[in-house]
């Protein structure tokens, strides 16, 4: 019986991918854990929520970062 290993991806590695064009912007994938994984689209709930938070993040933070 034939085992496979997982290969863990380091942010050397994904940073890599980038620099070579494997991985692209229109490629909706992270870096979790070593794995790269195909993000789910944000519906608009969850879409609406992290724009609201940005902005009100951005002018809190405004004069202190």
């Known amino acids: ?10 942010i050397d590695d994904y940073h890599r991918m980038i620099e070579a064009e494997i ?11 070593g794995q790269i994984l195909e993000m789910s689209p944000q519906q608009p709930p969850h879409a609406a929520t992290t724009q ?3 902005k009100y993040l951005s002018r809190l933070l405004a004069n202190r970062v």
């Open 52 to 54: 609201r938070t940005w």
């Open 1 to 10: 019986m034939t085992t496979t290993g997982l290969h863990l991806w380091t």
């Open 23 to 33: 991985l692209t912007t229109e490629d909706k994938v992270e870096l979790l854990e």
